[in-house]
């Protein structure tokens, strides 16, 4: 059975930007910087950090149609900073053979804990 993994990120709220990542093997990993960043440079971040940290043929969740369009390449990417996320991501799920699915954002594991406070 594969691995599954939900991420979700947050842009600036005048305080802080977040992402978390929750593994069905229970383990969390919320983070958050004192930057402003967009939501989708945040759904980024949970992205590579989920990437780096998956087994081989996990399956990975995001509510964010625009990542998972983008790093498919079924959608242009028109920031460039952008751009350097999804093309490592694209290698990243190449070599570990992971899966990158949308969900709508009930589904979503990460999205729920992400609005909890720590």
Same mark, same amino acid.
């Given at each position: ?16 930007s977040?992402?978390?990542? $929750?593994?069905?093997?229970g383990? @969390?990993? /919320?983070r958050e =910087?004192?930057e ?7 759904e ?13 043929e996990?399956?990975i ?9 983008? $790093?498919?390449?079924?959608?242009? @990417?028109? /920031?460039e900073? =952008?751009?350097?996320?999804a093309l490592?991501?694209?290698n990243?799920?190449?070599?570990k053979?992971?899966?990158?699915k949308?969900?709508?954002r009930e589904e979503n ?6 609005e909890?406070?720590?």
């Open positions: 059975m594969a691995n599954k993994i939900w991420i979700d990120g947050s842009g600036w709220n005048g305080r802080v977040k992402y978390c990542i $929750v593994f069905n093997d383990r @969390i990993i /919320k =910087l004192e402003e960043r967009t939501n989708n440079e945040m980024y971040m949970a992205l590579l950090k989920a990437l780096e940290l998956c087994e081989e996990s399956i969740y995001s509510d964010s149609r625009l990542v998972v369009e983008q $790093v498919a390449g079924r959608w242009k @990417i028109r /920031k900073h =952008l751009l350097r996320y490592k991501a694209r990243l799920i190449r070599e053979r992971v899966e990158l949308w969900i709508p594991l990460a999205g729920n804990l992400l909890q406070k720590k």
